[in-house]
């Protein structure tokens, strides 16, 4: 015989398990329906608060918000966070789908698109032909991913030599637009990686860039061939000054260092950095005192010579070597009714006499013959 249940308060039962066992009396159906269905609503709200705290609590990392900081309304219906991971979102990838988006031309459709570029100035013509080489620029890039961190950095500047590109490009000539692209795309992410290799820029001369692209791969070479590969041999091999060499292998073999970071305590006047101990390369104090009182020395002769001096010799002195704008040739030959080459024979004459007294002065301390005026 079955065991009655009790009146009162229904056991609460799990969710999805059917209970076959034990069977109510008919007498308590009803007041145990009620209560059944009493529990259901309770349940049923304390579920709805729980979803409702779990989405205040939910962190979106991709929902866009307002200028007052709360979420804008979206159509795209979201998805649930709870018991999920939130997904690291790809940018690459992102952009790559993007890219497909855009179909590649064919031969005749890319001549008809750069002629009508060419002879018409058609901005959209231009657009199809950038929009249908956006992946050769990221192909491109891919190839320079070890020389930065941020592919996308090289991607942008191979789509700016991309552009360039398009704007030179000739379609009469009877070349791909993809091979032509290819050398201004190269050209804007190297310049890219250059100047942002080192917080100092490094290659600011032509042999300083071939040095910084060449220079480990010349290395490796002549080591495979069983050469030493000494500065001096560097140099020949790449053509640029061994000089050149030095310094480029100093700068990529050690990072920057700040000339301003301190480098411990120092003594009673605080910590010292690396421009405390920078040689000094302005002249010592006896020898500034020396060249000061030559200079005065040499001033003083120079205007008691000019008054030995007479006529256009006086003015040839005074206007081309005693002045900080002096006049041309030209200029004094026009002034005294002579020619070019006359006011050189009458500077030179001046020179020689110049030359002369100042040796019979001060000796050899001035070489008059170093002196030029262009």
């Not at 890219?99 to 060419?118: C, D, G, I, N, S």
């Amino acid at each position: 015989m079955a065991e009655q249940r009790k009146p009162g308060k229904a056991k609460r039962k799990k969710p999805g398990v059917i209970d076959v066992g034990d069977k109510p009396a008919e007498k308590d159906s009803e007041e145990e329906s009620e209560e059944d269905s009493e529990e259901e609503k309770e349940e049923e709200g304390g579920a709805d608060l729980d979803m409702a705290a779990a989405a205040e609590n939910a962190i979106d990392v991709g929902e866009p918000t307002s200028d007052d900081g709360g979420p804008q309304d979206s159509a795209e219906p979201k998805e649930s966070t709870r018991g999920g991971s939130l997904a690291k979102r790809d940018p690459m990838g992102v952009y790559m789908r993007e890219t497909r988006r855009y179909p590649l031309l064919t031969p005749e459709e890319e001549k008809a698109l750069a002629v009508r570029l060419v002879e018409q100035g058609d901005t959209g013509a231009a657009r199809r032909l950038i929009e249908s080489n956006l992946r050769l620029v990221v192909k491109i890039a891919y190839e320079y991913r070890r020389a930065h961190r941020n592919l996308l950095d090289l991607v942008q500047e191979g789509n700016i030599g991309l552009i360039q590109a398009v704007g030179k490009f000739d379609p009469y000539r009877g070349v791909k637009l993809s091979s032509y692209a290819a050398f201004w795309i190269r050209a804007y992410i190297l310049k890219f990686i250059l100047n942002n290799w080192r917080l100092v820029k490094i290659g600011t001369t032509q042999a300083q860039r071939k040095l910084f692209f060449n220079l480990r791969k010349e290395r490796e070479k002549l080591e495979q061939l069983g050469f030493q590969a000494t500065t001096a041999l560097l140099a020949e091999k790449l053509d640029v000054p061994e000089k050149e060499v030095i310094d480029m292998e100093r700068r990529l073999s050690a990072p920057e260092a700040s000339l301003d970071a301190p480098l411990g305590t120092g003594d009673d006047d605080g910590v010292r950095t690396r421009m405390d101990y920078l040689p000094d390369d302005s002249d010592r104090p006896d020898r500034q005192v020396a060249n000061s009182q030559f200079s005065e020395l040499l001033k003083s002769k120079l205007e008691a010579f000019s008054k030995t001096l007479e006529g256009r010799e006086q003015t040839i002195f005074r206007e081309r070597w005693l002045t900080e704008d002096p006049l041309t040739l030209q200029e004094i030959g026009d002034r005294y009714q002579v020619s070019r080459e006359r006011a050189r024979q009458l500077e030179k004459r001046m020179l020689d006499r110049l030359k002369k007294y100042l040796e019979a002065e001060l000796g050899t301390a001035v070489d008059i013959g170093a002196l030029t005026r262009e």
